[in-house]
C-alpha cells in the first residue's frame, strides 16, 4: 500500500508559476500508474494530468496543455506538476493519485485510483 504526500500549493498571481510534488512511501513506485486532478469550491474532480508508470508518456486536459508539465522520478519516488501561466480558474484544490499496474497505460478518470494524497491548495489571484 502507498502513501501519498503532495506539497508546494500556495497563493499566486495570475500569469505565475508553482511546481507541486507528490512524494510516495509503502509501495514500489515504478509500478504505479499515476495522475494529478483537481476540485474547486461546488466542483467534482477534474482530471489535470497522467503518466505511465515509466514516466515516457503523459497526457493532459485541454484547460491546462501546454502551460502544465507532469513528471515522474521513480529514482526518487517523487511525481511533479509544473504549473506555468497561471490564471484565476485554475484554482483549486490539487490531488495526486496513484493505481499499481502491470500495464504501461495512460488513466484519466478518478475512478480509475485507488490511492490519493491529502491535496494541496492553490490559489491563482487576478
Known sequence: QV???ESGGGLVQAG???K???TASGGTFSMYVMGWFRQ???????????ITKTGRST????????RFTISKDNAKNTLYLQM???KPEDTAVYY????WSLRVVLLTTPDDYNYWGQGTQVTVSS
Open 59 to 66: 497526457q493532459y486536459a485541454d484547460s491546462v496543455k501546454g
Open 84 to 86: 506555468n501561466s497561471l
Open 3 to 5: 502513501q501519498l504526500v
Open 96 to 99: 495526486c493519485a496513484a493505481v
Open 20 to 22: 507541486l510534488s507528490c
Open 40 to 50: 474547486a469550491p461546488g466542483k467534482g474532480r477534474e482530471f489535470v494530468a497522467a
Open 16 to 18: 505565475g508559476s508553482l
